[in-house]
Nanobody, 115 residues
Framework: QVQLVESGGGLVQAGGSLRLSCTAS????????MDWYRQAPGKQRELVAS???????NYADSVKGRFTISRDNAKNTVYLQMNSLKPEDTAVYYC?????????WGQGTQVTVSS
């Protein structure tokens, strides 16, 4: 049993920055991966940034060079630093955690980038 809570979303102008946070609680010892997804209106959820099993980072091509995923294990928190935001980044951003056979999701945080 894992609970994920996202924060940091909001309204920002194109070119601006936001930092999303996701804090895990519950059976956090079971978590072996934490990722960021997003879902734009009318579109399917897509993987934005992730850690591999080896601790390397992966990014969607659309965000490479602009977004950075990081983590603070002591705080059970994963972050998504989003720079140079574009209107097409507008979406609900979801934190994801995988532990054992389970895939957990947060409630999402809205990011809106205005032109």
């Amino acid at each position: 049993q894992v609970q994920l809570v996202e924060s940091g979303g909001g309204l920002v102008q194109a070119g601006g920055s936001l930092r999303l946070s996701c804090t895990a609680s519950g059976s956090i010892f079971s978590i072996n991966a934490m990722d960021w997804y997003r879902q734009a209106p009318g579109k399917q959820r897509e993987l934005v940034a992730s850690f591999t099993d080896g601790g390397r980072t992966n990014y969607a091509d659309s965000v490479k060079g602009r977004f950075t995923i990081s983590r603070d294990n002591a705080k059970n928190t994963v972050y998504l630093q989003m720079n140079s935001l574009k209107p097409e980044d507008t979406a609900v951003y979801y934190c994801s955690a995988v532990g054992g056979v389970y895939h957990y999701w947060g409630q999402g945080t809205q990011v809106t980038v205005s032109s």
